[in-house]
């Protein structure tokens, strides 16, 4: 099983700023099969970022996803107050397709 | 736009079974793999179960093999989860996903194993 790691646990940030969160897998991802979800309170998760890079349908252009192999990265270039919430990256080129335990982003 | 609906979470002693199941529109759904994940009260995700999108392939997260059997009716665009021998830690909501990188969720159905 490939074991997801995120960092840091909490992100305290203010709006406008830039926040950078990792995704550290304890095995190399297939194919670069890693995704970004977003998930505010009481909500389902969005998907942000597909295939480590690729962002998802109607997602604006401040998030972005780099990284290969075991590290991998999502970017919020400047902060909106929308973007506060908690953040997943899972893997899905391998089963059980795993998630990390999240980052909880907050506004400073 | 794409949507997925839950239905057949509730209230079940440990033991019991459940079936859920997930309605889904606007999206030609036999080309899509579908997932089940789930959220425990205050916890993260954990991915459950993924089917292929002709059914012939089925994976499963250890916890629930055996127990759990992931289906679908392409004829009706529905995604079913049946869970049997439930125990207390497989209280959660389950959300329903589309495609193995999951670009659309439902809004999830809560089931709560307790006696």
């Known amino acids: 099983e490939i074991v997801l790691t995120q960092s840091p646990g909490t992100l305290s940030l203010s709006p406008g700023e830039r926040a950078t969160l990792s995704c550290r897998a304890s095995?190399?991802?297939?194919?670069?099969?890693l995704a970004w979800y977003q998930q505010k309170p009481g909500q389902a998760p969005r998907l942000l970022i597909y295939?480590?890079?690729g962002r998802a349908t109607g997602i604006p252009d401040r998030f972005s996803g780099s990284g290969s192999g075991t590290d991998f990265t999502l970017t919020i270039s400047r902060l909106e107050p929308e973007d506060f919430a908690v953040y997943f990256c899972?893997?899905?080129?391998?089963?059980?397709?795993?998630f990390g335990q999240g980052t909880k982003l907050e506004s400073k | 736009e794409v949507q997925l609906v839950e239905s057949g979470g509730g209230l079940v002693q440990p033991g019991g079974s459940l079936r859920l199941s997930c309605a889904a529109s606007?999206?030609?759904?036999?080309?899509?793999?579908m997932s089940w994940v789930r959220q425990a009260p205050g916890k993260g995700l954990e991915w459950v179960s993924t089917?292929?999108?002709?059914?012939?392939?089925?994976y499963y997260t250890d916890s629930v093999k055996g127990r759990f059997t992931i289906s679908r009716d392409n004829s009706k665009s529905t995604l079913f989860l049946q869970m049997n021998s439930l125990r207390g830690e497989d209280t959660a909501i389950y959300y329903c996903?589309?495609?193995?990188?999951?670009?659309?969720w439902g809004q999830g159905t809560l089931v709560t194993v307790s006696s």
């Open positions: 996903a589309k495609d193995i990188r999951h670009d659309y």
């Open positions: 606007r999206f030609t759904f036999s080309n899509y793999a």
């Open positions: 089917i292929s999108g002709t059914g012939i392939s089925t």
């Open positions: 095995q190399s991802v297939s194919i670069n099969y």
């Open positions: 295939g480590a890079s």
């Open positions: 899972q893997q899905y080129g391998r089963s059980p397709y795993t």
